[in-house]
């Protein structure tokens, strides 16, 4: 029979991904069968499933931590802000409806039962399932319906560790207080505790274990040093996404409202040579870059707008005056056209607007999504790429039918200008590939650095071994129950 354990934070952003992510490789070198979960996230940062679903990135990450392929069922309900009060619902791996917060509280009760029907369906399928929660359980505002911690954890008898986070300081606070304010019944599901990011001698909190334990029956599973190394992992939340400064190719990247699918950055960040610096609105597109990269968004009218209003249209045709070149992703390359159509209103009111007019194409939205993992090839002769395609619209035009530069199924991909300095595409997950990336890198003055992919993994068995020093997973594993 399987067992699970449900990893909760005391508050947003104290690390469970990246110990969920941890524990499963651990529990996978120690020859379980493991498998993560996640019953609702939400990130505009998700990642396509072998059966054309999406879930988010960093439960793709967790399957690969565990030796699988990334499924719907470890991350059933997955909510994409398309505003700041709306967001698009995904229930185990399709769209279900766009939803206003106030609706989606009163949709939430009727999503519980394809939750746990994907959580029931990983169970009978591996020995240990490591749930992670989302936000925190000490939103008691929240506890009604919910289905994203507490009302999980009941629903399918799942004990839990909450996490603290130490770095942000109050981390006593955060525990203790996380047991007064809980529901008696919820606050005894927390068999145990621990404390994440500590840096310094980790033997000066002992006291401060020991008087959480004290105020809270809960039993204190060790504290988790920072992990240095965790940058080098796929990022899920914008908020962690930052400038990487290291060699002399320098990639500028405008930081979009609704910035999506930004695991385009990753293996990019990780080169030598390259530097990459995130441009916040309010700062000027820098004069000094080889390459302006515009990322995917989940809004690409709303980000066309909020782009020009910090003057980076007129940064760009200053950039490329000088010689440099410009690459845009999905939502970026809609945006290079000369106009984008949504005529359905599926990202606000129906109408036309103008592109940045650097690649003659045009986009219209619709309201079908492509989705799927994707292999082509260069139409240059460079080789395959591989990568996965996660978007509506469709975009044509002169320098599309002209100068594609990817060739998907017999189906050209992609535009290019006429003298080749301005690219777009809409495959993402192109820079993973090695042989793509340093074709890349090359055309911009550097050198690449192979082997990505393998990199990841070794940060991920480096990951679980510092869990092993620092964590009690073995007390750990013999809190998680059957189910």
Not at 161 to 181: C, E, K, N, P, Y
Not at 438 to 448: I, K, M, N, P, T
Not at 451 to 460: F, H, K, N, S, T
Request: glycine share 12%; net charge negative.
């Amino acid at each position: 029979m399987a067992r699970a354990i449900m990893i909760q934070g005391a508050g947003s952003n104290v690390g469970k991904s990246m110990i969920v992510a941890g524990l499963a490789r651990a529990m996978r070198l120690r020859g379980f069968s493991v498998a993560p979960f996640k019953p609702q996230n939400m990130s505009n940062n998700a990642a396509v499933t072998a059966d054309g679903g999406e879930i988010g990135r960093a439960q793709a990450l967790q399957a690969r931590a565990a030796g699988l392929a990334p499924a719907i069922d470890m991350n059933p309900v997955l909510l994409k802000p398309e505003s700041d009060t709306g967001a698009q619902v995904v229930v185990q791996g399709r769209r279900l409806t766009t939803a206003r917060a106030r609706d989606y509280a009163a949709l939430k009760p009727t999503l519980l039962p394809r939750v746990l029907d994907s959580f029931h369906r990983l169970a009978a399928a591996h020995d240990i399932v490591v749930v992670e929660g989302a936000g925190s359980p000490a939103e008691v505002n929240l506890r009604a319906g919910d289905i994203a911690n507490m009302g999980f954890a009941q629903a399918a008898g799942v004990p839990v560790v909450l996490l603290g986070d130490i770095d942000r300081g109050g981390v006593i606070a955060q525990l203790v207080g996380s047991h007064a304010v809980l529901d008696p019944a919820d606050a005894r599901l927390i068999r145990g505790f621990a404390v994440n990011k500590f840096r310094g001698d980790a033997s000066l909190f002992a006291d401060g274990m020991n008087f959480i334990a004290a105020r809270t029956g809960w039993a204190p599973l060790g504290i988790v040093p920072h992990f240095a190394d965790a940058w080098r992992l796929p990022a899920e939340d914008a908020a962690e996404i930052v400038s990487r400064p290291g060699g002399p190719v320098k990639i500028a990247v405008p930081r979009l409202g609704r910035i999506a699918n930004f695991d385009d950055l990753d293996p990019l960040s990780a080169e030598p040579d390259v530097s990459i610096e995130l441009i916040a609105p309010g700062r000027p597109l820098p004069g000094d870059a080889d390459l302006v990269l515009i990322p995917g968004t989940k809004s690409t009218i709303a980000d066309l707008v909020a782009f020009r209003a910090a003057g980076w249209d007129i940064d760009l045709l200053a950039h490329l005056r000088r010689g440099g070149r410009v690459m845009g992703i999905c939502g970026g390359y809609q945006m290079l056209g000369r106009r984008i159509a949504d005529p359905e209103g599926i990202e606000g009111p129906p109408g036309t607007v103008d592109g940045l007019g650097l690649l003659d194409v045009e986009t219209v939205m619709r309201p079908e999504k492509r989705l799927g993992l994707v292999q082509g090839r260069l139409r240059d002769g460079g080789g395959t790429v591989t990568g996965y395609e996660i978007h509506i619209g469709r975009t044509e035009g002169p320098d599309h039918a002209a100068r594609a530069w990817i060739e998907i199924d017999g189906q050209a991909e992609g535009a290019a200008s006429p003298d080749g300095r301005v690219r777009g595409c809409y495959l993402h997950g192109l820079f993973s590939d090695d042989g793509f990336r340093a074709g890349f890198v090359a055309e911009l003055g550097g050198r690449s650095q192979p082997g990505y992919e393998d990199g990841v993994d070794a940060v991920l068995d480096a990951l679980a071994a510092h869990l092993e020093r620092h964590l009690d997973i073995e007390r750990l594993l013999s809190l998680a129950a059957p189910v």
